[in-house]
């Protein structure tokens, strides 16, 4: 699994509000856990579309030719295009993961596939000068294609930024319930144990009876984050509040969709859960 880092992604002030989720989709909360096909269409979906670039290079570029005119394509189906270059966000054997960050105002975009991979990143806040490198490599791509100054301000994750809080509230939706589990500390809290409980639903996160908002003044959040190692048909979710607060969750794809675990920071501790049966 990819597991997103609370620590690694950073904030956006300003943040929108967030539009709530429809009664309709709360319904169909359980469903999207459980159905792959509609939950990569809804990941595709906060990409999907042409991005020109007018700075595209080919890698290597020992002979030091010039940049030229490209696009990025990522289509409704998660096919990422660049050239004659492409990459699946959902390759089978792959791997994939996103942060947006909202208090910065940036997103990354990062998928491999044995010795391919693809990494998009948008680190100004403007959206208008994102990056793409896709191909063979390790790290960095070797052998492939580069483009800069791409704009991105048409992608749903950029113009719906609320879209992937949607999605994250939709695909953890406990269907009312609380989920209970057991947790442990590390070391350097002492390897204490204790009990935990969350609930999501399309207004909230619900922590050990804390109510966290998605959407909520001088609350809101700063990061929204998903990842997934294909093939274990799970998907790792992360999320942090501008007041601190944050939270992780795994959870099974398919038939029940249980949860896998979850991970939170409370007063300087970090604990570590396993749900119970």
Request: glycine share 12%; aromatic share 6%; charged share 20%.
């Amino acid at each position: 699994m990819i597991s997103p880092s609370v620590s690694s992604v950073v904030r956006r002030r300003g943040l929108c509000a967030l539009a709530l989720l429809s009664a309709s989709a709360v319904a169909s909360a359980a469903s999207l856990a459980e159905n792959p096909a509609l939950l990569k269409q809804r990941v595709a979906a906060l990409f999907a579309g042409r991005y020109a670039s007018s700075s595209c290079y080919e890698q290597p570029n020992q002979d030091g030719r010039p940049a030229a005119a490209g696009d990025l394509r990522i289509t409704p189906d998660g096919q990422v295009v660049v050239g004659p270059e492409r990459a699946a966000l959902f390759d089978p054997a792959g791997e994939l993961g996103f942060t947006l960050d909202l208090k910065a105002r940036q997103f990354y975009l990062d998928i491999s596939a044995g010795d391919r991979m693809a990494r998009l990143a948008s680190t100004d806040d403007s959206f208008r000068q994102a990056s793409i490198e896709i191909g063979r490599g390790s790290g960095n791509v070797t052998q492939g294609r580069s483009c800069g100054d791409l704009d991105v301000r048409g992608a749903r994750i950029v113009a719906q930024p609320e879209s992937a809080a949607a999605l994250f509230a939709e695909l953890y939706d406990t269907g009312g319930r609380t989920v209970k589990g057991r947790c442990h500390a590390g070391r350097r809290s002492g390897g204490k144990d204790s009990e935990a409980s969350f609930k999501v639903s399309g207004t909230a996160l619900v922590l050990n009876g804390r109510t966290l908002p998605w959407q909520a003044p001088g609350g809101a959040l700063s990061m929204v984050s998903l990842g997934s190692h294909v093939a274990d048909q799970q998907v790792n979710g992360s999320v942090e509040w501008l007041n601190g607060a944050n939270f992780q969750v795994e959870r099974s794809i398919g038939p029940g969709a249980p949860f896998v675990s979850f991970a939170f920071a409370e007063a300087g501790t970090e604990w570590a859960c396993n749900p119970a049966p």
